[in-house]
């Protein structure tokens, strides 16, 4: 496959090849051959122009309407106006100072158009766009003609383009590696599975995705490729789950009437079913010989912490260690506090009123003073402590324990592969890995993005629990509902009850500890975005069509001074110095703060029953799973919870539809489908422990389940035949460029 590893300067020039490697990050001809159409539209098909967001990127095909030449008043330039239609709704497309435009775009022409959608005076327009004329008429006489006859007879391929690569000026270049290097494409799925399945070789597939004449040829390209993906991941895992059962590990058996017998004594309350079955699970997985690799996931507040917690007791009562990792120095405090209190004197082993059977929890963050980490450190060196939780820090060289048995890694995707690799070679032998997540998976994505990991699922929620109503604020449409939303906490606080408001950014340079000091303005930077999702962050601080999102600091100084005043009001954020977080959330936690203005840094873990009320402030900023996520910090006790969700987006956008179905659900299965479609799925490799583009381009972790289930098992019997693949080296080839050597270290450590 060494042609399709050329760099594209061969094929394009260097020109050209510049603007795909910065812009779409295509540099090689695979990689041009691999970058499939987004969609296709037939001649005559025209785009349906009202569906089309603000903001976003588009490549439309529509008919020209009307072209009008407007002379600006008093200057010189002039602004042609062309009104673009599918025969319902209408587009402009606005050029200043090229009035010469008029000879080429005349009305009824067709063709394609590709900008970025704003609004002007309440039109959608595209301004300056780049555009192919399709009628043969209409481009004779301006020398595109070229692209229209490309594309006679068969469907408009419609890519991923970029402002300096439109659509079309891809489908040239992509054309022409198809011409030159096609015959160069291997085959990397074995003859006979094809043949089982009914697959077409390769470089026919690329071929008909590329240039599909009909529906009939796209399907059939597509369910090559969708195959392709699916079965190399899958190997890829095959050959991970088969390395790790040979894995050698010490088991570790609960003892009778030791530890954990204990713990569950003192419990006032009964274990749900899937408590009990979850943790059957885990216990057997400790009893074994081979290293535990767990995934841990449930509906938000169905008690993942408790099941973990049991786990690690079972791993001190058989004299060894467990460590639970925690993303953020907030969460780990909190996870401390909550197991300390849990365990009462289980958790002062050796300490004068401790229990006998006890042992000791530490705490080790980056922030604490010289003396309590010395502390610590030489609790877990001796195995005094039989649970350390704490953030990074565990990583640390300096860090020894006496038998780490196991490793609980809490909100998995936060974590880089290097910590967690570092962390779990602290032990003689491979400790048992147990991964928690924080919001539900579907089955398909945890087979996936999980798949070298057996998982367990909580779906039942503990009794007790309240339940939650959300409802959307409409703050622009309906300013009095954001007036009741704050008449709403004043009166939560008024029964003895506490509430959150959550902001998307933190606001200033300097962190202030108290909310009336903040009085610098600046613009957002990147850094003032904690744990948003990729496409909140950007909305935030790379969008000039719309304010900056509010801040903590800000929200906070004007609650304080009008309609929450009187009330106790905090702020928290990452930004804060660790003792005034810790300070913070105890005074919360004890019932001294009413209203806490926090960011997303109270996502997880942060458990205050007394709360009863959140208003999330531009929630169309947060991704779907990171607000159920978000709510799940209220109706934690017997009082049911309310969550307010305030945004500025108008009803029938995109961004509302999603906090729609957010205020329309309690269910996280099906809010986690509803986000990852909207992210488009990502890379099921781990994209943000490795920050490399997507490998899933045709498949569908949430709609191919049954090519997933049956990739699966075509990969795990073919591994288990020839494990090196030394009898596939195309499937190797191609296993090799799936997983580049950041993608191996994810899957080899995570």
């Known amino acids: 496959m060494g042609a399709l590893d050329e760099p594209l300067t061969k094929l394009v020039g260097d020109r050209t090849a510049k603007v795909l490697a910065d812009s779409l990050k295509?540099?090689?001809?695979?990689?041009?051959?691999?970058?499939?159409?987004?969609?296709y539209v037939e001649r005559g098909q025209l785009t349906s122009l009202d569906e089309l967001e603000i903001d976003e990127h588009v490549t439309v095909l529509a008919r020209i309407e009307k072209v009008t030449l407007i002379p600006f008043r008093g200057r010189k330039g002039d602004r042609l106006e062309v009104v673009v239609t599918d025969g319902r709704s209408r587009l402009s497309l606005v050029f200043f100072n090229q009035g010469w435009r008029q000879k080429?775009?005349?009305?009824?022409?067709?063709?394609?158009?590709?900008?970025?959608?704003?609004?002007?005076?309440?039109?959608?327009?595209?301004?300056?766009?780049?555009?192919?004329?399709?009628?043969?008429?209409?481009?004779?006489?301006?020398?595109?003609?070229?692209?229209?006859?490309?594309?006679?007879?068969r469907l408009i391929p419609v890519y991923g383009a970029s402002a300096q690569m439109p659509s079309w000026k891809l489908s040239i270049c992509i054309e022409t590696a198809l011409t030159k290097h096609l015959g160069d494409v291997g085959e990397p799925l074995p003859?006979?599975?094809?043949?089982?399945?009914?697959?077409?070789?390769?470089?026919?597939?690329?071929?008909?995705?590329?240039?599909?004449?009909?529906?009939?040829?796209?399907?059939?390209?597509?369910?090559?490729?969708?195959?392709?993906?699916?079965?190399?991941?899958?190997?890829?895992?095959?050959?991970?789950?088969?390395?790790?059962?040979?894995l050698p590990a010490k088991p570790r058996r609960a003892r009778e009437g030791g530890l954990l017998d204990a713990f569950d004594d003192r419990l006032p309350f009964t274990l749900t079913e899937g408590q009990q079955k979850v943790s059957a699970e885990i216990a057997a997985d400790l009893a074994s010989a081979h290293p535990m690799h767990r995934l841990l996931q449930?509906?938000?507040?169905?008690?993942?912490?408790?099941?973990?917690?049991?786990?690690?007791?079972?791993?001190?009562?058989?004299?060894?260690?467990?460590?639970?990792?925690?993303?953020?120095?907030?969460?780990?405090?909190?996870?401390?506090?909550?197991?300390?209190?849990?365990?009462?004197?289980?958790?002062?082993?050796?300490?004068?009123?401790?229990?006998?059977?006890?042992?000791?929890?530490?705490?080790?963050?980056?922030?604490?003073?010289?003396?309590?980490?010395?502390?610590?450190?030489l609790d877990m060196a001796c195995g005094d402590a039989g649970i350390a939780i704490g953030t990074h820090a565990l990583i640390e060289d300096k860090v020894q324990f006496q038998d780490l048995g196991l490793v609980v890694v809490d909100e998995q995707h936060r974590f880089g592969v290097e910590q967690r690799d570092a962390l779990r070679a602290k032990g003689d032998q491979p400790p048992h890995l147990l991964v928690m997540t924080a919001t539900p998976i579907p089955r398909t994505v945890a087979m996936t993005v999980f798949g070298d990991l057996e998982t367990s699922v909580l779906d039942q929620l503990p009794a007790g629990r309240s339940p939650i109503s959300t409802h959307v604020v409409p703050a622009v449409e309906k300013p009095n509902f954001l007036t009741r939303a704050w008449e709403r906490v004043r009166e939560e606080v008024g029964k003895g009850h506490q509430a959150y408001v959550v902001c998307p950014r933190i606001g200033d340079e300097e962190p202030a500890a108290d909310p009336k000091n903040a009085k610098k303005k600046r613009k957002p930077a990147e850094d003032d975005f904690e744990d948003l999702t990729d496409d909140a962050a950007d909305a935030g601080a790379g969008s000039d069509e719309r304010r900056p999102p509010l801040s903590v600091v800000e929200t906070a100084e004007k609650l304080v001074a009008g309609p929450l005043s009187g009330l106790r009001v905090e702020i928290l954020h990452g930004r804060l110095a660790p003792e005034a977080k810790d300070d913070v959330m105890r005074r919360f936690s004890a019932g001294e703060v009413d209203v806490l203005v926090a960011t997303t840094v109270i996502e997880v873990g942060v458990n205050v029953p007394n709360s009863t009320a959140m208003v999330i402030m531009d929630a169309d900023r947060f991704g779907v799973s990171q607000l159920h996520q978000l709510r799940g910090r209220v109706g934690r006790g017997s009082a049911a919870g309310l969550c307010l969700l305030v945004s500025d987006m108008p009803a029938g956008s995109a961004a509302r539809a999603r906090l729609d179905a957010v205020a329309g659900t309690l269910d996280?299965?099906?809010?986690?489908?509803?986000?990852?479609?909207?992210?488009?799925?990502?890379?099921?490799?781990?994209?943000?422990?490795?920050?490399?583009?997507?490998?899933?381009?045709?498949?569908?972790?949430?709609?191919?389940?049954e090519v997933i289930l049956t990739a699966r098992t075509e990969a795990t019997q073919l591994v288990a035949e020839d494990p090196d693949l030394a009898a596939h080296p195309e499937l190797r080839t191609a296993l090799e460029s799936l997983i580049d050597e950041d993608r191996a270290a994810y899957m080899e450590k995570g």
Do not use: C
């Open 668 to 705: 996280g299965f099906e809010l986690s489908r509803i986000d990852l479609e909207q992210r488009r799925e990502g890379d099921v490799l781990g994209q943000a422990q490795s920050g490399v583009k997507s490998s899933l381009k045709v498949l569908s972790v949430l709609e191919d389940e």
């Open 26 to 39: 295509l540099r090689t001809v695979g990689d041009l051959l691999h970058h499939y159409p987004r969609r």
């Open 298 to 377: 449930g509906e938000v507040g169905s008690g993942k912490t408790l099941v973990a917690l049991r786990a690690m007791l079972a791993v001190v009562d058989a004299g060894g260690q467990a460590v639970l990792l925690a993303p953020t120095e907030v969460l780990a405090q909190q996870h401390h506090r909550s197991i300390v209190e849990m365990m009462g004197d289980l958790a002062e082993g050796g300490m004068l009123g401790g229990s006998d059977l006890g042992t000791r929890v530490v705490l080790l963050t980056g922030s604490m003073g010289v003396p309590a980490r010395r502390q610590a450190l």
């Open 104 to 153: 080429e775009l005349r009305s009824g022409a067709q063709g394609l158009f590709a900008g970025k959608v704003n609004v002007f005076n309440r039109t959608r327009q595209l301004v300056s766009p780049d555009y192919q004329l399709l009628d043969e008429d209409a481009t004779a006489s301006t020398g595109a003609g070229d692209a229209a006859q490309q594309f006679a007879g």
């Open 191 to 246: 003859a006979e599975l094809r043949e089982r399945h009914g697959l077409i070789p390769l470089p026919e597939a690329l071929e008909l995705i590329h240039r599909p004449r009909s529906q009939a040829d796209r399907e059939r390209a597509q369910s090559r490729l969708r195959w392709d993906e699916a079965f190399v991941l899958q190997v890829a895992l095959a050959q991970r789950r088969a390395a790790e059962s040979a």
